[in-house]
């Protein structure tokens, strides 16, 4: 694959995901189109050696897999995890605001947002929502207005004249979106309503009964930079991740029994139903391998690639880095490591990953934190411990990460897509 059509591949599906809801459905499509059948959690599965499969959970979390033969504990896995969601701004359950003649939005803030970054955007909205139909039926379809129906102004340097040298944003009371002129009229359940049925006109709606809806930056992705070196978008932590697993897993071919995940919530703690702290992988592998013995053998002969973004040396707060340690946007993907363990990456995994990018020429990175700074995590601790499975923590070097606007390199996507579609070719990990 060509790096120009896989970054316009690319950016199509970062539009197309405006929530975790959105990114899942866009991964189905394209599973789908490439001869996945879907299974479902509550039915018997009958799995074929040769087959390829996926299962949704929560519809915001995925699983997609192939078994071109169904002894696994004789092979072993090769995974690539990811996750779905990203900081952003959740409508509240009783979120029609009416202030000063103004519709606004009441707002939770959902994971580590860069609140600011918020303020004089055009936003829309998108997500699900739950109904009750005419016959009385409850079903939940998707919405996206996709038009920008709101803002969030900041406040005129005149009347905050301190804000030069620095300023937190309220949530509660300075982060609310304004829709418009105050309406007697509005019902906010009423335009969520319309809009549902503009979307699916095929529905007989009765009452909206609960939402699941977030703002979105309305401007679409983009390639910036003279030599357009630069990828700029909203969510590229951690879609940008996601994107390049199913790449990697669409095209991987059927040499070897390969599974990508991409579970919900990872950006506030991963523990849910569907999230890696959760017991989704653990069910779906059970499933494949029910013999107890059998399940621990193929995990000690798998191996899961956790790609979530890192944090790239930044011209401008270099001393934020360790020198020895800092990534360079568009110099190859970033292998991650904690001795604490918030990033799951060992000497053996990371082995196996220098080795296969060598093999495909590509450059490879390290990041550790620096000794005096907390540091993150991502969902490669969470899924080997749950599951048992030696994993390696990696993620392509990224600006502005949680801001509403991220920065990653047009070259490194691609780069760890062609090494990760060798990774999940691979036939030896470690030899004994």
């Given at each position: 694959m060509e790096n120009q059509s896989f970054n316009t591949s690319l950016l199509s599906f970062l539009k197309a995901s405006p929530t975790p809801f959105h990114a899942t459905s866009s991964m189905k499509t394209a599973l789908e189109e490439k001869g996945f059948t879907e299974l479902k959690e509550n039915q018997d599965w009958n799995l074929q050696a040769g087959g390829r499969y996926f299962v949704c959970r929560n519809a915001s979390s995925i699983i997609a897999f192939t078994t071109p033969r169904l002894d696994v504990h004789q092979t072993g896995?090769?995974?690539?995890?990811?996750?779905?969601?990203?900081?952003?701004?959740?409508?509240?359950?009783?979120?029609?605001?009416?202030?000063?003649?103004?519709?606004?939005?009441?707002?939770?803030?959902?994971?580590?947002?860069?609140?600011?970054?918020?303020?004089?955007?055009?936003?829309?909205?998108?997500?699900?929502?739950?109904?009750?139909?005419?016959?009385?039926?409850?079903?939940?379809?998707?919405?996206?207005?996709?038009?920008?129906?709101?803002?969030?102004?900041?406040?005129?340097?005149?009347?905050?004249?301190?804000?030069?040298?620095?300023?937190?944003?309220?949530?509660?009371?300075?982060?609310?979106?304004?829709?418009?002129?105050?309406?007697?009229?509005?019902?906010?359940?009423?335009?969520?309503?319309?809009?549902?049925?503009?979307?699916?006109?095929?529905l007989e709606v009765k009452a909206i009964l609960d939402f699941e809806l977030s703002l979105y930056d309305h401007q679409a992705p983009a390639l910036v930079g003279l030599k357009k070196e630069f990828i700029c978008s909203a969510r590229l932590d951690n879609l940008l991740s996601c994107f390049v697993g199913l790449s990697s897993l669409l095209e991987a071919g059927d040499e070897r029994p390969s599974l990508l995940i991409c579970t919900d919530h990872e950006e506030i703690g991963s523990l849910s139903a569907c999230g890696a702290n959760g017991p989704f992988l653990e069910d779906v592998l059970r499933r494949i391998s029910p013999d107890p013995a059998h399940y621990v053998q193929s995990m000690n002969r798998s191996m899961m690639i956790s790609a979530d973004n890192a944090h790239a040396?930044?011209?401008?707060?270099?001393?934020?880095?360790?020198?020895?340690?800092?990534?360079?946007?568009?110099?190859?993907?970033?292998?991650?490591?904690?001795?604490?363990?918030?990033?799951?990456?060992?000497?053996?995994?990371?082995?196996?990953?220098?080795?296969?990018?060598?093999?495909?020429?590509?450059?490879?990175?390290?990041?550790?934190?620096?000794?005096?700074?907390?540091?993150?995590?991502?969902?490669g601790p969470i899924t080997s411990g749950e599951v048992g499975v030696p994993t390696l923590d990696i993620g392509l070097p990224t600006f502005g990460m949680h801001s509403i606007r991220e920065l990653a390199g047009s070259q490194d996507a691609i780069g760890l897509y062609r090494v990760l579609n060798r990774f999940l070719k691979l036939e030896t990990l470690i030899s004994e």
């Amino acid at each position: 694959m060509e790096n120009q059509s896989f970054n316009t591949s690319l950016l199509s599906f970062l539009k197309a995901s405006p929530t975790p809801f959105h990114a899942t459905s866009s991964m189905k499509t394209a599973l789908e189109e490439k001869g996945f059948t879907e299974l479902k959690e509550n039915q018997d599965w009958n799995l074929q050696a040769g087959g390829r499969y996926f299962v949704c959970r929560n519809a915001s979390s995925i699983i997609a897999f192939t078994t071109p033969r169904l002894d696994v504990h004789q092979t072993g896995w090769r995974m690539v995890g990811a996750h779905t969601d990203s900081p952003c701004l959740k409508l509240k359950p009783n979120a029609h605001v009416k202030r000063y003649g103004y519709d606004q939005l009441g707002v939770e803030v959902y994971g580590g947002v860069l609140r600011h970054t918020w303020l004089d955007r055009d936003l829309s909205l998108a997500g699900r929502v739950s109904f009750s139909q005419t016959n009385g039926d409850i079903h939940s379809r998707l919405i996206d207005f996709k038009d920008p129906i709101a803002t969030i102004p900041n406040l005129a340097i005149h009347l905050n004249r301190g804000v030069t040298d620095g300023f937190s944003v309220n949530p509660q009371e300075e982060l609310l979106p304004i829709l418009g002129m105050g309406d007697d009229q509005f019902e906010l359940e009423a335009c969520i309503q319309a809009q549902l049925e503009k979307e699916h006109p095929e529905l007989e709606v009765k009452a909206i009964l609960d939402f699941e809806l977030s703002l979105y930056d309305h401007q679409a992705p983009a390639l910036v930079g003279l030599k357009k070196e630069f990828i700029c978008s909203a969510r590229l932590d951690n879609l940008l991740s996601c994107f390049v697993g199913l790449s990697s897993l669409l095209e991987a071919g059927d040499e070897r029994p390969s599974l990508l995940i991409c579970t919900d919530h990872e950006e506030i703690g991963s523990l849910s139903a569907c999230g890696a702290n959760g017991p989704f992988l653990e069910d779906v592998l059970r499933r494949i391998s029910p013999d107890p013995a059998h399940y621990v053998q193929s995990m000690n002969r798998s191996m899961m690639i956790s790609a979530d973004n890192a944090h790239a040396l930044h011209p401008n707060y270099a001393a934020k880095h360790d020198k020895l340690h800092a990534p360079l946007i568009n110099s190859g993907a970033v292998i991650k490591v904690n001795s604490n363990q918030r990033y799951a990456t060992n000497s053996e995994t990371s082995a196996v990953y220098k080795k296969l990018a060598e093999a495909e020429g590509y450059q490879v990175q390290t990041f550790v934190v620096r000794s005096d700074m907390a540091c993150g995590s991502t969902i490669g601790p969470i899924t080997s411990g749950e599951v048992g499975v030696p994993t390696l923590d990696i993620g392509l070097p990224t600006f502005g990460m949680h801001s509403i606007r991220e920065l990653a390199g047009s070259q490194d996507a691609i780069g760890l897509y062609r090494v990760l579609n060798r990774f999940l070719k691979l036939e030896t990990l470690i030899s004994e």
